[in-house]
């Protein structure tokens, strides 16, 4: 089955700074790739999320880059603040397979 | 429109006990989704269904049973709870497109088991 690592597990940058954290996966026919945030006691919400035909997506101060033939793919987060402070979790989908695999997360803190 | 709805908020159950989460949504989605997750962890599917009157297995669904009996609601028992059912449990939707679109999440059960 498909195999999903994330990377680091922990990481804390200035605020200001940016933040980059990076997943692998082991499936080929993978072909959807969305991020989640977690805020402490909350709910995961969709914050950004890329397709197998796409390379790189924007959203403000939050963009994806997925290298299919490497099998990863990055959340790049621009000038940190505060309140990007969660857990960010990267998932994994296939087309035929119904289900989502979620990495183990990245706790990210943003010291102001 | 409440979304995804998750009752109850927080249990306590004593070892062997049964008990119900109940998920509904009012978004008319078709796909509906079981998770669990512990400290640490990401979120591992325990069953899920892809429309009313189905369901299938996730990653970790021994110990846990899943009905669909209407389109809106998804309902997850634990028979005879483990205390390493400890967990948070999550449920989430997402429309008839499966999954290569957004998953709405609830706000997620509490539940100890001692």
């Known amino acids: 089955g498909e195999n999903v690592e994330q990377h680091p597990s922990t990481l804390s940058v200035q605020e200001g700074d940016s933040a980059v954290i990076k997943c692998t996966y082991s499936?080929?026919?993978?072909?959807?790739f969305p991020w989640y945030k977690q805020e402490l006691g909350k709910r995961p919400q969709l914050i950004i999320d890329?397709?197998?035909?796409?390379g790189e997506k924007k959203d403000q101060r939050i963009a994806v880059t997925l290298n299919k033939t490497a099998k990863h793919f990055s959340l790049h987060i621009t000038e940190t603040q505060p309140e990007d402070s969660a857990v960010y979790f990267c998932?994994?989908?296939?087309?035929?397979?119904?289900?989502?695999?979620f990495g183990p997360g990245t706790s990210l803190s943003v010291i102001p | 429109n409440a979304g995804v709805t998750q009752t109850p908020k927080f249990r306590v159950l004593k070892t062997g006990q049964s008990m119900t989460l109940l998920c509904a949504q009012d978004?008319?989605?078709?796909?509906m989704y079981w998770y669990r997750q512990d400290p640490g962890m990401g979120l591992r599917l325990i069953h899920y269904?892809?429309?009313?009157?189905?369901?299938a297995k996730g990653e970790v669904p021994d110990g846990y049973n899943v009905s669909r009996l209407k389109k809106q609601n998804f309902l997850l028992g634990l028979e005879s709870a483990a205390p390493s059912q400890t967990s948070v449990y999550f449920c989430?939707?997402?429309?008839?497109?499966?999954?290569?679109?957004?998953?709405?999440f609830g706000p997620g059960t509490r539940l100890l088991v001692l």
């Open positions: 989430a939707s997402t429309e008839l497109a499966g999954v290569q679109e957004t998953q709405y």
């Open positions: 499936d080929s026919a993978s072909n959807y």
């Open positions: 890329i397709r197998s035909n796409v």
């Open positions: 998932a994994v989908v296939k087309t035929s397979y119904d289900k989502v695999i």
């Open positions: 978004m008319n989605h078709e796909y």
């Open positions: 269904s892809v429309g009313e009157g189905t369901t």
